[in-house]
């Protein structure tokens, strides 16, 4: 058998397409110890089923990296073929879903291994182990089947960013995602974790609250060369709260000025710690070439905010973050989660409010609509059974908890077409600008503008009966390119895609 490791990546549902962080991540200190690593992502291989068939006939095992949603459905898929090839081939799941549900995960029959949180130094000695024939007992953080029965080993605690191995960028294909989507850019992560707890949010439930960084100096020399060495024209920084030390981001900005970086980069952070930023801050941050702050504003409703537990978040700040962003030419990018447990027709209302007079105040802010999605591992899970959430009971169950078409006790039938009708008209109503390159052509564009007024006029006076301009929207989205079939197989025509 050769000392190789397959990695199977399953669609993400989104044209967004870049490399897997998480499994260059883990693949790091396997390539380290001299394995050899074979990354098949579903997004960019057509034939992607067989090609993980093949590659696993001379291989130790199989790791699957995955979120709760979509991503399940072509797990399931690629595990039981290879289960029904050879039983005894080992599959092992790592990254968010596994990590927050690692004992139901690992009730399913064709998973073999769970790895709970980081995997870099646990899937190495998994690996290791697996390849010498001995026990996984003392292998810290993991889950696993011996006789039928489930073991789970204590937990691994956690490391700081700045003990974890550099990335393997170099097993990613960024000619075919640069194909796919239009744009040549990459994730990188500077920092872990994030100091704030909202309800929704499973951060804390995998990489604790105490956030924690890379150094200014590395942050600017990796990214310099990582954008250089493949060509890269963005990096979107997926730390969750980038901004959480000043001083960092304000050094990592002269850093780069210094550097003559000419990449884009994008960041996420709180609207309370944008809105701290000086105007010197955000031109300094902008000449870097930062275009982009991801911000959760997440309600309209100050009564949602505070069930969210975003106490730390006012309207105020999100208006000056807007603001100044603006006045510097970077893109303040706003999400929303609609029908959080609390949420009525009053409160929601009070959000479409919120959105159009921000769009209409501060054009070029953009906003993200989703709806909410209760994720094992939040904290507001612990209200499921009063708040009448049906919790999956099998790994597979949890395949259709997916932001865009999430269906809940409180959220059924009208009530959540009503809501897909309005957020297509906040879509269409005001500009985003995704990652993915923009494939539409000129009459496209034209129509989608002149569309923008009378859905404008419907959100002010919440109206969405005979939705003409959405079926007009849906004939002309038809003619340019189409999304992930996995995505698409979920979705009502209506609701469909932004
Ligand atoms: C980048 C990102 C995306 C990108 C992914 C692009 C890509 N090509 O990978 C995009 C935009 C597509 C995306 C989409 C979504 N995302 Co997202 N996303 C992230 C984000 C910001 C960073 C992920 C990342 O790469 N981190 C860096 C790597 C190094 O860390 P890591 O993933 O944790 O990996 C470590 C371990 O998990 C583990 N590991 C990971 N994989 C593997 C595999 C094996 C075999 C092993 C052993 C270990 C292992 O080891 C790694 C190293 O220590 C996270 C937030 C976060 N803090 O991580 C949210 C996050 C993962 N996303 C989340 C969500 C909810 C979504 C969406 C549903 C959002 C939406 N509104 O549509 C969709 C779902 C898409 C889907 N698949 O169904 C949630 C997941 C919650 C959950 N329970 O699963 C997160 C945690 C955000 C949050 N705080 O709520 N996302
Ligand atoms: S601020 Fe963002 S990352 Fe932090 S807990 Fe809230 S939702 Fe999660």
Not at 213 to 225: D, G, I
Not at 256 to 273: D, E, H, M, P, Y
Request: some cysteine.
């Amino acid at each position: 058998m050769a000392r190789k490791v397959v990695f199977f990546f399953p669609s993400f549902a989104s044209s967004e397409a870049t490399a897997p962080l998480g499994i260059l991540a883990v693949a790091t200190p396997l390539l380290n110890a001299g394995y050899s690593v074979e990354l098949i992502d579903s997004t960019i291989t057509s034939n992607f089923q067989k090609r993980v068939l093949d590659e696993v006939k001379d291989a130790i095992c199989l790791g699957v990296s995955l979120v709760t949603g979509p991503m399940i459905r072509e797990t399931v898929a690629i595990a039981r073929a290879i289960k029904e090839w050879n039983r005894n081939f080992p599959i092992i799941l790592g990254g968010w879903h596994p990590s927050l549900l690692p004992k139901q995960t690992l009730e399913a029959e064709y998973i073999d291994i769970v790895v709970r949180g980081q995997g870099e130094d646990a899937l190495l000695e998994v690996v290791q182990h697996l390849e010498s024939g001995s026990p996984l007992d003392l292998v810290a953080g993991i889950g696993f089947k011996r006789d039928g029965k489930l073991i789970f080993t204590p937990e691994r605690p956690l490391k700081r960013i700045v003990d974890l191995p550099p990335k393997a960028y170099h097993l990613a294909d960024f000619d075919a995602y640069e194909r796919k989507c239009g744009r040549r850019w990459a994730m990188y992560i500077s920092s872990l974790a994030c100091p704030f707890n909202c309800s929704y949010c499973t951060n804390a439930g995998v990489y604790g609250r105490q956030w924690n960084a890379l150094p200014a100096e590395q942050f600017v020399a990796e990214t310099v060369e990582l954008t250089e060495r493949y060509r890269l024209e963005l990096l979107w920084v997926v730390d969750d709260n980038f901004l959480v030390d000043l001083d960092r981001a304000r050094l990592i900005a002269d850093g780069l000025v210094r550097a003559g970086a000419r990449f884009k980069w994008s960041i996420q952070a709180t609207t309370n710690l944008t809105a701290r930023l000086s105007r010197e801050d955000l031109e300094l941050l902008h000449r870097s070439g930062l275009h982009q702050i991801c911000q959760g504003a997440e309600s309209g409703s100050k009564k949602i905010l505070k069930l969210m537990n975003k106490d730390f978040q006012d309207f105020e700040s999100i208006h000056e973050s807007a603001e100044r962003c603006l006045q510097v030419g970077i893109r303040p990018s706003f999400n929303i989660i609609f029908a959080y447990p609390g949420e009525g027709p009053a409160e929601r209302r009070e959000t479409v409010r919120f959105v159009v007079d921000m769009c209409r105040r501060y054009p070029g802010a953009e906003f993200w609509t989703n709806i909410f999605t209760p994720y094992p591992g939040a904290p507001v899970m612990k209200q499921a059974p009063q708040i009448g959430i049906q919790v999956p009971e099998t790994f597979d169950g949890w395949a259709d908890f997916f932001p865009r078409y999430t269906k809940l006790p409180w959220l059924n039938g009208r009530e959540h077409k009503r809501l897909q009708t309005m957020r297509d008209y906040l879509r269409i109503a005001f500009d985003r600008v995704p990652i993915a390159a923009d494939t539409r052509d000129r009459f496209t564009r034209l129509s989608q503008k002149a569309m923008s007024f009378p859905a404008r006029v419907r959100l002010d006076y919440d109206f969405y009966a005979l939705p003409v301009e959405l079926w007009i929207n849906n004939k002309l989205k038809r003619r340019i390119a189409a999304k992930p079939a996995v995505d698409a197989k979920q979705l009502e025509p209506a609701s469909a895609t932004c």
